[in-house]
């Protein structure tokens, strides 16, 4: 049975940082086309950054450079780092599979971790 | 990037009856990537179809999705109490990707 489970989150100041897992069962993270997708509060679903199986990277442009999605597949999890966090980073992060090796509909989905960035 | 147009908003309608979910976008969706899922309080979201008009596995085939180009379609033909939730569009398969998803239409019990 596929399962994603997230951790890391919680309440961080303006400027912080902050990493956040993805522990993977049921298929290799390395398999698939692995995202990012966060929720702010009351709001929609935003793509965040994914990694192609073949390990290319990608980000959103309010992200780009603070951000870096990587994975471990000795762990078989994937994780995001976060930098220079600022208030409007505050969302729910969902980590998600995707059904081919790149860009595909998202077939599973974590629970979520939240993450609150307010001094 | 593909700005998605969910509408409406809010649907509101009774067990039973047949709901109409739109989602527009901003230029044609690459080889019918287009994706719906539904989303309840609290948890994360669920994928019901994919490919325009593909059901995931175990979902009820009272979910259905059409369209084409910019136009997409999810109905779910007679409401049970459990469907009331956010439905979400998201397309899908650019490269570099560029996903993105509509803003969600919440459909609620009458």
């Known amino acids: 049975e596929v399962q994603l489970v997230e951790s890391g989150g919680g309440l961080i100041q303006p400027g912080g940082s902050l990493r956040l897992s993805c522990a993977a069962s049921?298929?290799?993270?390395?398999?698939?086309?692995m995202t990012w997708i966060r929720q702010a509060p009351g709001k929609g679903l935003e793509w965040v950054s994914a990694i192609y199986s073949g390990g290319s990277t990608y980000y959103t442009d309010s992200v780009r450079g603070r951000f870096t999605i990587s994975r471990d597949h000795s762990k078989n999890t994937l994780y995001l780092q976060m930098n220079s966090l600022r208030a409007e980073d505050t969302a729910v992060y969902y980590c998600?599979?995707?059904?081919?090796?790149?860009?595909?509909?998202?077939?599973?989905w974590g629970q979520g971790a939240l993450v609150t960035v307010s001094s | 990037e593909i700005v998605l147009t969910q509408s409406p908003g809010t649907l509101s309608l009774s067990p039973g009856e047949r709901a109409t979910l739109s989602c527009r976008a901003s230029q044609s969706v690459s080889s019918n990537y287009l994706a719906w899922y539904q989303q309840k309080p609290g948890q994360a979201p669920r994928l019901l179809i994919y490919g325009v008009s593909s059901r995931a596995t175990g979902v009820p085939d009272r979910f259905s999705g059409s369209g084409s180009g910019t136009d997409f379609t999810l109905t779910i033909s007679r409401l049970e109490p459990e469907d009331f939730a956010v439905y979400y569009c998201?397309?899908?398969?650019?490269?570099?990707?560029?996903?993105?998803f509509g803003q969600g239409t919440k459909l609620e019990i009458k």
């Open positions: 049921g298929f290799t993270v390395i398999s698939n086309y």
């Open positions: 998201h397309q899908y398969g650019d490269s570099p990707p560029r996903d993105t």
């Open positions: 998600a599979r995707g059904r081919g090796v790149m860009s595909s509909h998202l077939d599973y």
